[in-house]
């Protein structure tokens, strides 16, 4: 069983900041691919960022060059810094890992439970 535990989520003004992280503990032998996905009210979930074991990273089109994802490996943490914050960023912002239990497993998808980013003047 693996568990993801986001945080840092809240209300900014537009222009402004947040970090969020994102923590995976248990029965964890690799993470592969890690996201960033949003879902705000009345929409379908998106997808925000990736970075990949390796590092390789990226964004949808409409947080480029506003958004950082980055991963440490040894702690099992990815984090997402958002800078330029506009009113239309709202929404709930999930952590999702592809996870190996075990060097022979083929990995699987975790979730974390949400975290709230509020946009607003």
């Known amino acids: 069983q693996v568990q993801l535990v986001e945080s840092g989520g809240g209300l900014v003004q537009p222009g402004g900041s947040l970090r969020l992280s994102c923590a995976a503990s248990?029965?964890?032998?690799?993470?592969?691919?890690m996201r960033w996905y949003r879902q705000a009210p009345g929409k379908e979930r998106e997808l925000v960022a990736v970075?990949?074991?390796?590092?390789?990273?990226n964004y949808a089109n409409s947080v480029k060059g506003r958004f950082t994802i980055s991963r440490d490996n040894a702690k099992n943490l990815v984090y997402l810094q958002m800078n330029s914050l506009k009113l239309e960023d709202t929404a709930v912002y999930y952590c999702?890992?592809?996870?190996?239990?075990?060097?022979?497993?083929?990995?699987?998808?975790?979730w974390g439970q949400g975290t709230q980013v509020t946009v607003s003047s």
């Open positions: 999702n890992a592809a996870v190996k239990s075990s060097r022979w497993s083929e990995p699987y998808d975790s």
């Open positions: 248990g029965n964890i032998f690799s993470i592969n691919a």
């Open positions: 970075i990949t074991s390796g590092g390789i990273t």
